[in-house]
């Protein structure tokens, strides 16, 4: 599920892990520079307003400002992630601020934003997010939304990836969005990519839980219609790979209740983290050792408070999820052979019931879904969108799914994106979406 390489921290008996370091990130940027004709993901020049990077836990934000009435533009970045106190009372998506960066190392007009949503246990909050807006004017009419789902980074505050953006040595938190926006800049899309709940805003960010990042990227294609100078047609496609695969998916099914004004074109889903519960019992056989699924238990029960956290961790999982918590950094650092989990969620309840609530698919959802997936992909079975494609069929959505003959997890991400955007593009102008849906 996340935005992971093929190699595999020590410990986590092939649980899934982003925390390799930047080796990977060099193979995913010199194919995407290789095959789209250039572009990298950072210029290279730092953003002095840029946070730092030993951010505070996101459970506890620190600073906190009255909230304003109506969009406002901020030069500095800390005065972008302020938490407003209290949270507006503001229907979900409203825009609350933007930054315009300069030197991104992303296409286009670049922007942070911060805009409303709503938790998984539906209170009111904040969340933050990037948007990216092509150069020049808009078409008549508008231009497309494109909402994405990035793939996992972390828990942490300074793992959001809109605080990457100018920020030397955080590249690697912008990877995915350079390959998407390589795509999607030429075919005109307006792209809103969120950071998901938590990440930057109040609260634990709930990995994997469904709700929370389906609301999150709908919320964040709402809010980019009220930046400067954009106009947006009233069409919405959503895109994202390995956990954004899995937000992808929840933004898919809960957007004719969430966005009922837009009309979804299509959806994109990468190597979708949707079978939680296989997820992690592959990931963790006969043992539960290794950071993911305590990263997993963390997310469900910072989503749902009838979940014991304390109770299913051991006191190296809770030494784990803390430093976990406090840095993104730290997740590079975890070599840990101690056991984490206390019990085993994929069967113990309420857990077992709380990772089914977050596995997508229980409905038809909205539109056509297009699934691309490696059948070299370690880190997420290609079965898994199997039985992903199967149940969605048999509720009667129309699913397209391409098994691509090559490339790791992260590395198909770049045909994943080049034929996902396509393929959107197409519905966009016309195409009559293909269904391999078993007969």
């Known amino acids: 599920m996340p935005w992971a390489p093929d190699?595999?921290?020590?410990?986590?008996?092939?649980?899934?892990?982003?925390?390799?370091?930047?080796?990977?990130?060099?193979r995913v940027l010199a194919l995407a520079a290789l095959v789209v004709g250039g572009g990298t993901c950072s210029s290279g020049a730092s953003d002095e307003s840029s946070p730092g990077t030993s951010g505070t836990p996101s459970t506890a934000a620190t600073t906190t400002v009255p909230p304003p009435t109506e969009p406002r533009s901020v030069r500095e970045a800390e005065q972008l992630y302020a938490i407003p106190d209290p949270i507006p009372d503001a229907p979900p998506g409203t825009l609350l601020r933007y930054q315009r960066v300069e030197r991104s190392g992303l296409p286009g007009s670049v922007?942070?934003?911060?805009?409303?949503?709503?938790?998984?246990?539906?209170?009111?909050?904040?969340?933050?997010?990037?948007?990216?807006?092509?150069?020049?004017?808009a078409p008549d009419g508008g231009r497309p939304v494109l909402t994405h789902g990035h793939g996992s980074t972390g828990l942490a505050d300074d793992c959001a990836p809109s605080r990457a953006l100018g920020r030397k040595g955080s590249e690697q938190l912008l990877a995915e969005l350079s390959v998407l926006t390589q795509q999607t800049t030429p075919a005109g899309y307006v792209v809103a990519s969120s950071d998901y709940e938590g990440q930057s805003g109040p609260g634990r960010h709930p990995f994997l839980v469904g709700v929370s990042e389906g609301r999150s990227m709908l919320d964040a294609a709402v809010a980019v219609g009220?930046?400067?100078?954009?106009?947006?047609?009233?069409?919405?496609?959503i895109a994202?790979?390995?956990?954004?695969?899995?937000?992808?998916?929840?933004a898919r099914q809960l957007a004719a209740e969430r966005t009922p004004d837009l009309d979804v074109v299509g959806t994109v889903a990468g190597a979708p983290s949707t079978e939680l519960v296989d997820l992690l019992r592959s990931g963790a056989?006969?043992?539960?050792l290794g950071?993911?699924?305590?990263m997993v238990a963390a997310g469900q029960a910072a989503g749902d408070a009838e979940l014991d956290l304390d109770a299913a961790l051991t006191r190296a999982g809770r030494s784990m999820i803390e430093a976990i918590d406090d840095s993104c950094a730290a997740m590079s650092e975890l070599e840990s052979s101690a056991e984490p989990m206390r019990v085993d969620i994929t069967t113990e309840e309420p857990w077992h019931r709380a990772l089914l609530d977050s596995t997508p698919g229980q409905t038809m959802g909205t539109g056509p879904l297009l699934i691309v997936h490696s059948r070299e992909d370690r880190n997420v079975p290609v079965e898994q969108s199997a039985t992903l494609q199967r149940r969605l069929c048999a509720r009667g959505a129309n699913v397209e799914r391409r098994v691509l003959p090559e490339g790791d997890h992260v590395l198909a991400a770049v045909p994943t994106y080049q034929q996902g955007i396509a393929w959107l593009a197409g519905l966009d102008e016309?195409?009559?979406?293909?269904?391999?849906?078993p007969r």
């Open 7 to 26: 190699r595999v921290p020590r410990g986590s008996h092939g649980g899934p892990g982003r925390w390799a370091g930047t080796r990977w990130l060099a």
């Open 111 to 137: 922007y942070r934003i911060m805009y409303t949503s709503t938790t998984a246990a539906g209170d009111p909050t904040v969340v933050t997010g990037t948007a990216v807006v092509p150069p020049g004017p």
């Open 226 to 237: 009220s930046l400067p100078d954009v106009e947006t047609d009233g069409t919405l496609s």
């Open 240 to 250: 994202g790979y390995s956990q954004g695969g899995h937000a992808a998916v929840w």
């Open 285 to 288: 056989q006969g043992s539960m």
């Open 291 to 294: 950071s993911f699924p305590a």
């Open 430 to 437: 016309g195409a009559r979406p293909a269904s391999t849906c």
